[in-house]
């Protein structure tokens, strides 16, 4: 059963930070390409950041560059999304997500393999 479960979400006010978690079990991580996506209400989905072991340069969105960090603990099987100076313009529920491709294969062109189940990030005063 391979499985991406997400956590670290919540209601938090313009300016603030949340950091998000990806724990990923029954692969080896090491092995993917992991995005955050988000949606908000009635929007399509986006792609937020992805990352790769095997590249050099994470995506970012241009709306998140320079208040979003994505990183990636292999040993822990984690993917993290830090979320700084956030605007009530990021609020939608987060999923992380894997395949196999690059990072802008999975970023831009190709839909994931596998889904987490998300994570409400709510930023309001």
């Known amino acids: 059963q391979l499985q991406l479960v997400e956590s670290g979400g919540g209601l938090v006010q313009p300016g603030g930070s949340l950091r998000l978690s990806c724990v990923a079990s029954g692969f080896t991580l090491d092995h993917y390409t992991i995005g955050w996506f988000r949606q908000a209400p009635g929007k399509e989905r986006e792609a937020v950041s992805c990352i790769s072991s095997r590249e050099d340069t994470p995506y970012y969105t241009e709306s998140v560059k320079g208040r979003f960090t994505i990183s990636q603990d292999n040993a822990k099987k984690s993917v993290y999304l830090q979320m700084n100076s956030l605007k009530p313009e990021d609020t939608a529920v987060y999923y992380c997500?894997?395949?196999?491709?690059?990072?802008?294969?999975?970023?831009?062109?190709?839909?994931?393999?596998?889904w987490g189940q998300g994570t409400q990030v709510t930023v309001s005063s």
């Open positions: 997500a894997a395949s196999r491709g690059s990072v802008q294969d999975l970023c831009l062109r190709v839909e994931p393999h596998y």
